[in-house]
């Protein structure tokens, strides 16, 4: 929700820009990588995943970059749109016992101006 | 509609007075999970279910219970709520596990402890 987004990083861009949104995880052993997307009001969405093999996955208008070298994420938008905006989530999925173990990162906001 | 449902999304308590918050889901999901999310914090596992009659501690249970009777209802109880819980809580649900970290979020139920 929007008191959430108050005290993170924000990161402005223009509309028909292109924004990075970085993430840095603490977990070598993580198996995949997640970003969500939470707009004012509504609960987290998921966006797209990578697995830890794979340095590069591209969705629509999304890519994510995975380094392992230095334990970090990233998200690409292309053509950033207002209904980018946002609050967006990385989070890091290890598998441990037969379950899933999340780790969400605190969060970048993504504001986009006309 | 696929989703995952809350109820109160907003409730104002005074300190001591029990309450449940409610989620449900009609997805089939086995696992379910509740969340917590405060400013600058990202999101912190409460309790998480792996199925039926199987509920685990996440990272922060303490002031926290759950109980999973059945498949699609997940409900958080709070015994005795003090200020400290005052918070935006998601209830979530994953399709099955171990997965690539695609959880299902509710809307969120905003909680202010007096």
């Known amino acids: 929700g929007e008191s959430v987004g108050l005290h993170l990083p924000t990161l402005s861009v223009q509309e028909g820009d292109n924004s990075i949104i970085n993430c840095a995880y603490s977990?070598?052993?993580?198996?995949?990588f997640i970003w969500y997307k939470q707009e004012s009001g509504k609960g987290p969405q998921f966006i797209i995943d990578?697995?830890?093999?794979?340095d590069k996955r591209q969705g629509q208008r999304v890519t994510v970059l995975l380094n392992k070298t230095v334990k970090h994420l990233s998200l690409q938008i292309a053509a950033t749109q207002p209904g980018d905006s946002a609050v967006y989530f990385c989070?890091?999925?290890?598998?441990?016992?037969?379950?899933?173990?999340?780790?969400f990162g605190a969060g970048t906001r993504l504001a986009v101006h006309p | 509609e696929a989703q995952v449902t809350q109820n109160p999304r907003y409730l104002i308590t005074v300190t001591g007075k029990k309450l449940t918050v409610t989620c449900s889901q009609n997805?089939?999901?086995?696992?379910m999970s509740w969340y917590r999310q405060d400013p600058g914090l990202g999101l912190r596992q409460i309790y998480y279910?792996?199925?039926?009659?199987?509920?685990d501690k996440g990272d922060v249970p303490e002031g926290y219970k759950v109980s999973r009777k059945e498949k699609r209802n997940f409900p958080l109880i709070l015994e005795s709520p003090s200020p400290n819980q005052t918070s935006l809580y998601f209830c979530?649900?994953?399709?099955?596990?171990?997965?690539?970290?695609?959880?299902?979020f509710g809307e969120g139920s905003r909680l202010t402890v007096l």
């Open positions: 279910s792996m199925n039926v009659e199987v509920t």
């Open positions: 997805m089939n999901h086995e696992y």
């Open positions: 989070a890091e999925n290890l598998f441990s016992g037969g379950y899933n173990k999340l780790i």
């Open positions: 990578i697995r830890s093999n794979m």
């Open positions: 979530a649900s994953m399709g099955w596990v171990p997965n690539t970290g695609e959880l299902f």
């Open positions: 977990n070598s052993a993580s198996d995949y």
